[in-house]
T-cell receptor, first 113, second 112 residues
Framework: GEDVEQSLFLSVREGDSSVINCTYT??????LYWYKQEPGAGLQLLTY?????DMKQDQRLTVLLNKKDKHLSLRIADTQTGDSAIYFC?????????????FGQGTTLQVKP | NAGVTQTPKFQVLKTGQSMTLQCAQD?????MYWYRQDPGMGLRLIYY???????DKGEVPNGYNVSRLNKREFSLRLESAAPSQTSVYFC???????????FGPGTRLLVL
């Protein structure tokens, strides 16, 4: 079945750019998502990209999708301490359109002042 | 709008006890989901309900049952809790058809 992998931890300095990576084995997903989880809270949708796009920019966030390499990334420009959280990539495992999502393990982003 | 609400926030159970986790949404969404989150493993889908009156198994359904009581409410039941079910449980809802999922704040469950 579908497998989604993320590195577990990333540490950056405030003001630097952060790049969080996600690789997957197979996806018929129409959308690929990035969710953010702050400590003790549920997940909130950060951004998403349509599967026929290569890039999507949304203020400080840039999502890149390389379907040939099955690689998805999230770049956060000018990273702030408030960006410290766990970031999950997620996608549908098949084209059934049921909304079932497969999540990566989550990348903990630590932003040092 | 409260969005997705979950009760309780925390629960401690002894092995073998049963309990029901409650979830409700006020967004008139068709689809609802139950996930569990364990360290280093991301979120895994337990059960989902694509629409009122239907439920289907997800990736890790063993040891759980669900009820889609009405369009608003989707409950998760542990009939005989086991320590392996210690986790954080999240409920989510979406309009359906692969649209964005909205998550509740989670229930932290400890099984001793």
């Amino acid at each position: 079945g579908e497998d989604v992998e993320q590195s577990l931890f990333l540490s950056v300095r405030e003001g630097d750019s952060s790049v969080i990576n996600c690789t997957y084995t197979d996806s018929s997903s129409t959308y690929l998502y990035w969710y953010k989880q702050e400590p003790g809270a549920g997940l909130q949708l950060l951004t998403y990209i349509f599967s026929n796009m290569d890039m999507k920019q949304d203020q400080r966030l840039t999502v890149l999708l390389n379907k040939k390499d099955k690689h998805l990334s999230l770049r956060i420009a000018d990273t702030q301490t408030g960006d410290s959280a766990i970031y999950f990539c997620a996608m549908e495992p098949d084209s059934s359109n049921t909304g079932k999502l497969i999540f990566g393990q989550g990348t903990t982003l630590q932003v040092k002042p | 709008n409260a969005g997705v609400t979950q009760t309780p926030k925390f629960q401690v159970l002894k092995t073998g006890q049963s309990m029901t986790l409650q979830c409700a949404q006020d967004m008139n969404h068709n689809s609802m989901y139950w996930y569990r989150q364990d360290p280093g493993m991301g979120l895994r889908l337990i059960y989902y309900s694509a629409s009122e009156g239907t439920t289907d198994k997800g990736e890790v359904p063993n040891g759980y049952n669900v009820s889609r009581l009405n369009k608003r409410e989707f409950s998760l039941r542990l009939e005989s809790a086991a320590p392996s079910q210690t986790s954080v449980y999240f409920c989510a809802s979406s309009p359906g058809g692969g649209e964005t999922q909205y998550f509740g704040p989670g229930t932290r469950l400890l099984v001793l």
